[in-house]
C-alpha cells in the first residue's frame, strides 16, 4: 500500500464530497457525486473489498449519475438555495 | 437552519472521528471479526458449498435471506418511482413532432390532429431533437453487445471473481440505458417495454423467493440450498454452488429490469414519451 496514493484519493474523496453539496448548478453536482463515488471505488479496491468497489463503480459511478443527469433534465439545474 | 446544520454536522462528525480511533485497525488479527467471525467463513466455505469467492457464498448462501430482501428493496424502489411519477404524470403531450425524411422537414402535430403512425416517410422525433451524430450512433451500437456480454460474465463468474447478480445486473441495465440515451426512449421501449421490465423485475424477486420456497418443498430450511440434492445428479455441496447460481441470475434479472424502469419513468418525467 502507497500512502501518498491513499492520501491523495482521500483528499478528492473529500473535495468531491464538499463541492457536491456546495456547487450550485446541479448537473455539476451530479457529475461530482459521480466523481466521488469513483474514488470512493478506488480506496474500496484499496483496502481490498473488490466486490463492494465494483458495486460502487457500477452503482454509484455509472448508473446513479445517469439517473441524477435524468432528473435534472426533466426539472432544473438551479437551486434555490 | 443552515447554521444549525453545520453545527449539527462538526459535532457528530468530531464524536465519529473521536470514536473510530477505538475501532480496531484495518486488518488486525486480533480484532474480534477476525478472530470469531471471519475463521469460520474462510476455512468452511469452499468445503460447504465450493464455491471459491468466499463474498459471493457469504452474500447468497450463508446470508441468503438478506439478499432476498436486499433485491426486494430495489424492487420497491422502481415501484415507488412508478408510483410517483407514471401515476400523475400519464397524460398526452400537447403537440407531437414529426420529421419528413426524404425533405428533413419537421412537422408539429396539436394534439386531436391526424398523426402519420404508419408512414415510413415519417419519424417522431423529440421536442428538443437534435439531428444524430454517427460516430456517437455507431459507437453506442458496437459497445452495447460487448457490454451486455461482460454483464453476463460477470453474473455467471460470480462464483470465482468479483462480482454477481448485482454487479451484472447494473452493468446489463446500464447497457440498456446507453441505447435508450443513444438512439432516443421510444426505439428503447419498443425493444424492452416498461410493462416486461415491471414483470422481469417482479419476476426475478420471485425467483429468488422460489428457489427458498422449493428448498422447503424438498425438505431442508428456507434457502437452504442443500436440499435441492434430492434433484438427480447434485451432491449437498454442488447443489449449494447451483442455487447460489440460480439466486444470482434472478438478481440480475430483477437489478437489470428495475434500473431500466427507473430509467424510463425518470427521463420522461412519467409520460415514456420523450426521453433524454
Request: some cysteine; aromatic content about 10%; proline content about 3%.
Amino acid at each position: 500500500m502507497i500512502w501518498q496514493l491513499d492520501l491523495i484519493i482521500l483528499l478528492m474523496v473529500v473535495v468531491c464530497g464538499v463541492a457536491a453539496i456546495s456547487i450550485r448548478d446541479l448537473l455539476g453536482a451530479a457529475i461530482m457525486f459521480g466523481a466521488y463515488s469513483f474514488m470512493m471505488c478506488l480506496l474500496w479496491s484499496i483496502m481490498g473489498a473488490v466486490d463492494v468497489s465494483f458495486t460502487e463503480a457500477s452503482v454509484g459511478a455509472g448508473v446513479s449519475t445517469v439517473f441524477f443527469v435524468a432528473a435534472v433534465f426533466r426539472t432544473t439545474r438551479r437551486t434555490s438555495d | 437552519m443552515k447554521r444549525l446544520g453545520l453545527v449539527a454536522v462538526i459535532i457528530f462528525g468530531a464524536l465519529l472521528f473521536s470514536v473510530s480511533f477505538e475501532l480496531p485497525d484495518l486488518g488486525d488479527a486480533q480484532s474480534p471479526a477476525s478472530t470469531h467471525v471471519s475463521p469460520y467463513y474462510i476455512e468452511h466455505t469452499l468445503e460447504d458449498t465450493s464455491v471459491p469467492n468466499i463474498v459471493t457464498a457469504i452474500l447468497a448462501d450463508y446470508r441468503g435471506y438478506d439478499t432476498l430482501f436486499e433485491t426486494a428493496v430495489i424492487f420497491s424502489a422502481g415501484l415507488a418511482c412508478f408510483f410517483l411519477l407514471r401515476i400523475t404524470g400519464r397524460k398526452a403531450p400537447k403537440a407531437r413532432f414529426y420529421r419528413h425524411l426524404p425533405t428533413g422537414l419537421t412537422l408539429r402535430i396539436e394534439k386531436g390532429g391526424r398523426l402519420p403512425e404508419e408512414s415510413r416517410e415519417f419519424e417522431r422525433i423529440d421536442s428538443v431533437w437534435v439531428p444524430s451524430d454517427v460516430i456517437i450512433n455507431m459507437t453506442c451500437r458496437l459497445v452495447v453487445p460487448f457490454i451486455q456480454l461482460f454483464a453476463l460474465y460477470v453474473i455467471a463468474h460470480g462464483h470465482h471473481s468479483p462480482g454477481g447478480g448485482f454487479q451484472g445486473g447494473v452493468i446489463f441495465g446500464a447497457a440498456l440505458i446507453l441505447f435508450a440515451i443513444s438512439n432516443n426512449l421510444r426505439s428503447s421501449t419498443r425493444r424492452l417495454s416498461e410493462r416486461s421490465s415491471a414483470l422481469l423485475g417482479s419476476g426475478g424477486v420471485l425467483i429468488y423467493l422460489g428457489t427458498g420456497l422449493l428448498c422447503i418443498l424438498l425438505g431442508a430450511g428456507f434457502l437452504n440450498y442443500s436440499g435441492l440434492s434430492v434433484l438427480p445428479g447434485l451432491d449437498p455441496v454442488s447443489a449449494r454452488s447451483h442455487g447460489i447460481l440460480i439466486v444470482e441470475i434472478g438478481v440480475g434479472i430483477a437489478v437489470t429490469a428495475v434500473m431500466v424502469w427507473i430509467y424510463y419513468n425518470l427521463a420522461s418525467a412519467g409520460t415514456q414519451e420523450e426521453g433524454l
